[in-house]
């Protein structure tokens, strides 16, 4: 029986979503979505039971003679190709630490040696989600973009992550680059909007949503949102043109904000004489799931082995 299921599973700071996607139509299959709440600060065992669970639910839905394997969108930092663990330092996920994610999921879930399980960073199967069957599906080369908790990014040729080059940033992506008194993701992040706004106001806000809301009660809301924007369109314009981007795609917290930041961010990028075409993402959560499915697809596989050592 040919195999034309995936499960792709998107790892959160606090959450696991996965699903089963249909390899040949790029699509979520019936209700097979699911998602569990993670205590990112439990033993190991804990974290992977959970995760098991979610997935034993996906598997449950969905004819199991018919799946290839799972592909996950793992944050960093993280072994790809032997699929083990190196987070420490960022508050989420230590004990994982050295963790055989491959060994630890194919004994809990009980799944057959052929049965595959591949990885690759969040930010890059979000992008390459939204290349197959998203925002940049017309597009050869784009640059996809999540503005929230952090700055997530990933170039994209031919649905396969460009991750070293005199085209890319080292790593392939934007969020350690220098700016300011910092790097990037500093600034085109959630903490870096609310972090101006406190400085400003001296009050706290728990995130962006509920920044965008005091819109039209504080004037220091709508002059952040006008910085934002143009600041990103000055930081990215020369990235664009040096990749030769025909897309932008945005995703994340923030571009459900974009209301009140694109024009002045486009705006911008014309200015600095950037021709590249801006769209929020199609797939928004979904992006990932489809992008980290993706890795089962065998032509995708061979081709983008070579960039997982460098995410």
């Known amino acids: 029986m040919k195999k034309t299921i995936a499960i792709g599973a998107d790892i959160g700071g606090s959450h696991i979503s996965c699903a089963a996607i249909d390899l040949v139509s790029g699509k979520i299959i019936g209700e097979t979505l699911t998602e569990r709440v993670v205590d990112n600060q439990a033993q190991a065992s804990v974290i992977i039971a959970v995760w098991a669970e979610a997935l034993s639910s996906v598997l449950d839905k969905v004819d199991t003679k018919k799946v290839k394997g799972i592909g996950f969108a793992m944050p960093g930092p993280f072994d790809y190709?032997?699929?083990?663990?190196?987070?420490?330092?960022?508050?989420?996920?230590?004990?994982l630490y050295g963790f055989n994610i491959t060994h630890a999921i194919s004994s809990s879930l009980g799944v057959p040696e052929d049965f595959l399980i591949r990885f690759m960073n969040d930010a890059s199967s979000f992008a390459v989600g939204e290349a197959w069957a998203g925002s940049a599906t017309r597009a050869n080369r784009s640059l996809s973009i999540t503005l929230g908790t952090g700055f997530g990014s990933a170039f994209i040729s031919n649905r396969i992550p460009i991750v070293d080059g005199p085209e890319v940033p080292k790593l392939g992506c934007i969020y350690h680059l220098p700016y300011r008194d910092g790097i990037a993701d500093d600034y085109f992040s959630t903490r870096g909007l609310i972090g101006r706004y406190k400085s400003a106001t001296g009050k706290d806000l728990d995130g962006v949503k509920e920044l965008a809301e005091l819109i039209s009660s504080e004037t220091i809301v709508s002059d952040l949102f006008?910085?934002?924007?143009?600041?990103?369109?000055?930081?990215?314009?020369?990235?664009?043109?040096?990749?030769?981007?025909?897309?932008?795609?945005?995703?994340?917290?923030?571009?459900?904000?974009?209301?009140?930041?694109?024009?002045?961010?486009?705006?911008?990028?014309?200015?600095?004489?950037?021709?590249?075409?801006?769209?929020?993402?199609?797939?928004?959560?979904?992006?990932?799931?489809?992008?980290?499915?993706?890795?089962?697809?065998?032509?995708?596989?061979?081709?983008?082995q070579h960039a997982l050592p460098l995410m």
Do not use: Q, T
């Open 81 to 95: 190709v032997k699929g083990i663990s190196y987070i420490r330092g960022v508050a989420k996920y230590e004990n």
């Open 226 to 304: 006008i910085d934002f924007g143009d600041k990103l369109g000055i930081f990215l314009a020369p990235w664009l043109k040096r990749f030769r981007a025909e897309i932008l795609v945005i995703g994340g917290n923030i571009s459900h904000a974009y209301n009140l930041f694109g024009d002045v961010f486009e705006n911008r990028l014309i200015k600095e004489d950037c021709k590249c075409e801006v769209a929020l993402s199609e797939l928004k959560e979904d992006a990932a799931l489809l992008g980290s499915a993706y890795l089962l697809d065998d032509d995708f596989w061979k081709s983008v």
